[in-house]
């Protein structure tokens, strides 16, 4: 067995270099050329004797092995043109003794056909890097604007003109509210119309993450920072939205000593990946969200007080659905124009007595329950209107009850079969001082308004409400 490539015949060493895939020059300090592989000189189309002894530019067109020969520093994966086809080109610096002495050239084809080729199999790799990277690309950015956030409940009204107002800052913002009722909503919305909505939009629930990962989602680490860290290290989601809007979904289930490296983030704009000693700086606009009262829990010593305030910039609450009857009509045909692409159909309505139902359903669940009601009744869905049967059982139990004379239908107590039956007369009233008082409350205490809600005459109405003791 030989003892190194020294021991090599010289003629042994020129075939090696022949074939490698790689084309090789090699230049002196001057830049003058003093060798070129025999494939090399084929692609160019010279022999060895145009070549040997000229300077580099002269020979290859848009060489720049001149320059590495005279600044000792290596040029790696260059784009170089070389005869109309482009090649990818790398240069390195030659040193003997710590002296610079000259620079070695590659390029990575024969000849253009073999560029052809090469092409041919790279090109589907590069369509399906691209496919990928619009796909993150697309699930970085906001899906909603304030146009789709639909309702002329006061409330409602109110919170969404806080947030739009909010989003042209560059504050924290909390959004505060029951679950389902479009907290995610409102942060698309909020960064979508804001100046960093060019850059990504980064969601993290932080209920979903366990308390063990949720440092390494939000921070990244290191290559080698624990077992089984990913070889080159991970990003967290505070790089990953640098200049863009961070929006952390149930911040009220964030661990205490994940609160405490929040706020130097929020603080000190720059977090440290596991593993690391090297602060990196990070820009991002922090939006919260909770179903959760921070307050108490800041008294209860579960959320750390400093880290609410900093949160707490500004804070829009919004209303449950329960609270948005009049709203509930608007909302369910948006849910239903969103659903009607999914499963490929047009134009669906709601009959009046389901419009009546979904109005006076208490949603428990909010918004999100009602497009799981409106997903269900399209599911099971035989024509173009959805009818009573096509709701939930426990939404078709709840009775309505049309008062005589009334448009107004209001919920009718149910009834055991166990329980005596009262006269009709009884039941008629029980039902007609509710709807009064639902009136009354709709109205918020305006009962000339209440009236024509129930669409009663104002002296009816009174007549009505002296009968049954309301006040």
């Known amino acids: 067995m030989g003892k190194g490539i020294d021991i090599l015949p010289i003629e042994w060493i020129k075939e090696l270099i022949h074939l490698v895939a790689e084309r090789l020059v090699v230049v002196d300090r001057d830049g003058i050329i003093s060798y ?8 160019l189309g010279i022999t060895d004797e145009q070549a040997i002894g000229r300077p580099v530019q002269e020979v290859i067109e848009n060489s720049r092995m001149h320059i590495v020969a ?8 260059a784009v170089q043109p070389i005869k109309g086809s482009e090649m990818i080109a790398n240069r390195y610096p030659i040193y003997v003794k710590n002296q610079l002495v000259g620079a070695a050239g590659t390029v990575m084809f024969r000849n253009p056909q073999e560029w ?9 790799l590069l369509e399906e890097l691209q496919y990928y990277k619009k796909k993150l690309e697309k699930e970085l950015q906001s899906k909603y604007k304030f146009t789709d956030l639909v309702g002329i409940n006061p409330k409602f009204i109110e919170a969404k003109r806080l947030a739009e107002r909010g989003s042209r800052s560059q504050s924290s913002i909390l959004l505060i509210g029951e679950s389902g009722t479009g907290k995610e909503l409102f942060a698309h919305s909020i960064h979508q119309n804001s100046a ?7 969601r993290v629930n932080c209920a979903s993450i366990p308390e063990h990962l949720l440092e390494s989602e939000l921070f990244g680490y290191e290559s080698g920072a624990f077992t089984g860290a990913k070889k080159g290290g991970k990003k967290g989601k505070f790089e990953q939205g640098h200049m863009g809007t961070i929006f952390l979904d149930e911040i009220g289930d964030m661990p ?53 305030y900093r949160l707490n910039v500004l804070k829009v609450e919004i209303p449950p659905l329960r609270e948005r009857p009049e709203d ?17 159909i047009q134009e669906i309505q709601l009959s009046e007595v389901v419009i009546e139902c979904l109005k006076h359903h208490s949603w428990p669940g909010n918004v999100r329950e009602l497009e799981n009601v409106l997903e269900r009744a399209l599911n099971i869905l035989d024509g173009d209107i959805i009818q009573l049967e096509h709701l939930p059982l426990y939404m078709q139990d709840q009775e309505i009850y049309r008062i005589p004379g009334h448009m107004h239908l209001i919920k009718c107590p149910n009834l055991s ?35 024509s809600i129930l669409g009663i005459g104002k002296t009816s109405f009174y007549d009505k409400c002296k009968l049954h003791d309301i006040q």
């Open 196 to 202: 960093r909505s060019i850059f990504p939009f980064i």
């Open 417 to 451: 079969l166990n329980e005596p039956v009262q006269p009709l007369r009884d039941i008629i009233a029980s039902v007609e001082r509710e709807a009064i008082l639902k009136a009354i409350q709709q109205a918020e205490g305006n009962k000339v308004k209440a009236a």
């Open 328 to 344: 509930i009509l608007a909302v369910s045909k948006i849910l239903l124009k969103k659903l009607e692409r999914k499963f490929s």
């Open 36 to 43: 070129m592989d025999s494939a090399y000189l084929d692609f």
């Open 256 to 308: 205490l000593p994940m609160q405490s490296k929040l706020l130097r983030v929020l603080q000190e704009k720059e977090i440290e990946r596991i593993g690391g000693n090297t602060p990196k700086t990070v820009d991002v606009r922090i939006i919260a969200a909770t179903h959760r009262d921070l307050e108490i829990m800041v008294e209860e010593g579960k959320f750390r007080k400093d880290l609410y």
């Open 70 to 77: 005279k600044t000792g520093i290596a040029e790696l994966s």
């Open 116 to 124: 052809i080729e090469y092409s041919k199999r790279i090109q589907p």
